[in-house]
């Protein structure tokens, strides 16, 4: 194959992060400085956010048989690069009070939104393995980069070894789909689907083996015993990373492989993945009844969340890439100024993160701005109208009926039910009278910081999605017709 | 296909299980059963009729040899990616050329990086450090 120039084109945004990357390692070697090493990794993001515009006039095209750049990864790609920036925002801020080496985080996440580029635009194995570890491998380090605090340590080893786990199963069931089908792109292994016969069990079990991999990076029941322990202790803009990176990969690279090989037509196969994604919404928003650890309950959210979405894997119909893309887009949002709030508050860091409820009691008196960002978080999250996060959500509903999926269904809206009492719960703390006790706030010149300014903007994007969704949604189904 | 036609094709993978299992627990059982157990003091010493061992098993090593084979490992695979494209040096001309030299290049920067934070220095210089094992915040405290 010919490297020409649109194919450079094409990989214009993974080779400016990888540069960035690069840069940013140079840049310590020569001289630590915590600001300037921020700033290369912002600018170097921004700049591959800029470079997808050139992406544009190129797509859709095969870059070597392992990256299809269509307009659905750029899509994605624009989602992954938005979040990272966002994260390096919070980061800069909460790192400020960090007492130990603080720039080697700008290159793991940096490394970690490769990962993730490479993931959305993968349209084989090997690309998807690669992309799969280059996102994860980075994000222990990040999960345990406070590894000073017993319950960061514990995050990061905990993630490592499930990870690793997770990963053993992917590439069993790799090696089965490859032992079946003589091939591992994505396309092929449809053929080889749909033609049938011979030894269909072995194929099943492969791709049995792959969803249980991605389970675990989605968090779904069973695989999520993890989530909650890894949240907690991950340093908050870790987890706002870990809460929107990961899971827009991997689910971006759910919907291809599913669509390009159409397994959910497997009766078996299809009654499972609706059971993981029942089980997911009745189990994530019951568990989250109880916690009165915000970052807890937020991963416990997040179960539930991921299966909701999980409904569209079941359709697998027309509407189910448009509804993904919307889904998705409400959700990262939403999940970014949440837990940019919590990084807010908790920065610069201290020792560890305020993450119990009891600390955001009577937030609205003393931070009245960043109090009304977590309220309009909260009601996007429950699925209020107004927001974006019922946008997401009434895709989901019509997706779930239109499939005639009525348990499922029946779960978004038990569900949804469940998830109030605890979103609502933490609002009412946020305009209670706070107490005497010692408090615990974002130190006073939050709205100054890029931080501050950010949350804000989430939260105006937001409202305004809500009421407004129709570009959105232009974006989203022009995104997947090309 | 059904169920009958399945277990045609895959009965042999399930008998292996079966027996797999069988022999394990045959071994464990009968030499149990069979078998005498002897008791004693000495019984329990890690060599039971050999030399006694002295000092504990637990030893200490430093951290700077498992620093230096990682590196070693991390460079000696990267090098070993080197040889695919050495075999087929004549076949991927230029682009190959320059893709293996962003490839060096890259390793080289890693190496730079490394040598700088001093990675590669076998008695680092002593730092001045803050007493840095973090007790738990106050507010941990208070969730107790």
């Known amino acids: 194959m010919n490297l020409t120039l649109s194919h450079l084109i094409a990989l214009l945004p993974l080779l400016i992060v990888c540069v960035t990357v690069i840069v940013v390692m140079l840049g310590i070697a020569w001289r630590r400085h915590h600001v300037v090493t921020a700033s290369l990794t912002t600018i170097g993001l921004n700049a591959a956010l800029v470079s997808l515009l050139a992406v544009l006039t190129v797509t859709p095209i095969r870059v070597s048989p392992l990256l299809l750049v269509d307009n659905y990864a750029v899509l994605y790609m624009a989602l992954i690069l938005i979040a990272g920036l966002a994260s390096t925002t919070l980061a800069h801020a909460y790192l400020e009070g960090f007492d130990d080496q603080k720039e080697e985080f700008y290159m793991l996440l940096g490394c970690s939104v490769l990962g993730g580029l490479t993931m959305v635009a993968s349209d084989h194995m090997l690309s998807l393995f690669f992309g799969l570890e280059l996102l994860s491998v980075p994000l222990y380090g990040m999960a345990a980069y406070a590894y000073r605090t017993r319950l960061s340590l514990e995050s990061g080893i905990k993630y490592m070894v499930l990870s690793a786990a997770a990963s053993a199963f992917l590439l069993f069931g790799m090696a089965l789909l490859y032992a079946e089908s003589g091939s591992l792109a994505f396309a092929d292994l449809g053929a080889r689907l749909t033609e049938g016969g011979g030894h269909a069990s072995w194929l099943l079990m492969g791709i049995g083996m792959m969803v249980i991999a991605m389970a675990f990076k989605l968090s779904l029941v069973p695989f999520h015993l993890w989530t909650a322990d890894v949240y907690e202790g991950a340093p908050a803009p870790v987890t706002a990373f870990l809460a929107t990176v990961s899971k827009i990969a991997v689910f971006a690279l759910l919907m291809r492989l599913f669509m390009s090989a159409p397994v959910t037509d497997i009766a078996s196969l299809h009654t499972i993945v609706a059971i993981i994604a029942f089980l997911s919404m009745m189990v994530g928003n019951l568990m989250a009844l109880r916690q009165d650890n915000i970052k807890r309950l937020m991963g416990y959210s997040s179960i539930g969340h991921l299966g909701y979405l999980l409904t569209v894997v079941v359709a697998s119909d027309d509407l189910a890439l448009l509804t993904t893309g919307i889904y998705l887009i409400t959700y990262v949002a939403t999940t970014l100024a949440t837990f940019g709030v919590i990084a807010l508050v908790s920065s610069p860091w201290q020792g560890s993160d305020v993450a119990s409820l009891k600390f955001y009691r009577g937030l609205f008196w003393r931070r009245p701005y960043l109090a009304a960002v977590m309220t309009v978080m909260m009601l996007s999250l429950a699925g209020i109208p107004m927001t974006a996060g019922f946008i997401g959500k009434f895709y989901v509903l019509a997706t779930g009926v239109e499939a005639q999926l009525w348990w499922l269904v029946a779960g978004v809206i038990i569900g949804s039910a469940l998830s109030l009492y605890y979103y609502l719960r933490v609002m009412v703390m946020l305009y209670l009278h706070p107490t005497e006790e010692e408090q615990y706030d974002a130190s006073s010149d939050w709205g100054q910081r890029a931080g501050g300014i950010m949350v804000i903007l989430l939260a105006l994007a937001v409202l305004v999605l809500g009421i407004y969704p129709q570009p959105m949604i232009m974006l989203v189904s022009s995104a997947i017709l090309g | ?144």
Not at chain 2, 24 to 33: E, G, N
Not at chain 2, 38 to 54: L, R
Not at chain 2, 89 to 117: H, P, Q
């Open chain 2, 1 to 144: 296909m059904d169920l009958a036609a399945q277990l045609a094709q895959n009965w042999s993978v399930g008998v292996f299980i079966v027996a797999v299992l069988a022999l394990c627990t045959f071994m464990v059982t009968a030499s149990a059963l069979l078998g005498g157990r002897a008791w004693g003091h000495n019984k329990e010493t890690p060599y039971e009729s050999g030399i006694v061992p002295a000092g504990s098993a637990h030893q200490r090593f430093s951290v700077k040899f498992y620093m230096v084979a990682m590196l070693f490992v991390i460079f000696d695979v990267e090098a070993l990616y080197l040889f695919g494209w050495a075999i087929s040096i004549r076949e991927t001309g230029w682009t190959g050329l320059i893709g293996a030299t962003i490839f060096i290049f890259i390793l080289l920067a890693g190496l730079i990086y490394d040598s700088r934070v001093g990675a590669l220095d076998w008695v680092p210089k002593r730092r001045v450090q803050p007493d840095r094992v973090h007790q738990p915040a106050q507010r941990d405290q208070a969730d107790n």
